[in-house]
């Protein structure tokens, strides 16, 4: 896919090649992007935070540990090493913007999220050890464009295997933005969630 993508585009068929990509490429690729194609995601810097909100200088800690020999279970002779990590209890304030996303697309960035805060899923190294459990806090969701129905509190589908979201009760409307905080986040996620649980079944 990727040669006859470059190939149209070497040929200036933009209008041809976007829409093969379109038509051929993978939810992945089409959220997170692949070359010759932006993604429709892009991830802020996760700045460490004190309990108000102000940024500060990261905290972190040294662990010594020592390679094992998974044959022998012994140790490697002279195989002590050090690990950098972020002390527990530390805050990161990080926001996720995307553009132009179907809302099953959305629903599965909102699954990935919600994995990650009920620990399913860790970041970083050394996550056999105990190391990398996050929890999300302060949650909020917020959507504009033309997709939004701000008024009717919706988020309109994109294409065939999408559906809208309604998100009465539990959205509200401000300075032509729609959005949900704390407990209401999560529940609009979930309604995010849905959908892709749906769409992934009609198109599997």
Known sequence: LLEHIESLLREGLTSEALRDFSERACLLCKIFGAPSFSGHVSFSDAYPVNESGEVLEVLTGVRAGIAIDRRTGAAYPGALYHVEYVEPGSRFRFSILSTNLPNYAIGLLAKVLR??????????????????????????????????????????????????????????????????????????????????ERAKLAQG
């Open 115 to 196: 994995m990650v805060h009920q620990g399913w899923v860790r970041l970083g190294g050394f996550k056999t050890r105990g190391v990398g459990e996050v929890s999300v806090e302060d949650l909020r969701f917020a959507a504009r464009g033309v997709t939004v129905d701000v008024e009717g509190l919706k988020l309109l589908k994109l294409d065939d295997f999408d559906e809208d979201v309604d998100l009465s009760g539990l959205a509200g409307k401000s300075e032509g933005w729609l959005r949900c905080e704390g407990g209401k986040a999560w529940e609009c996620l979930a309604r995010f969630e849905g959908v892709w």
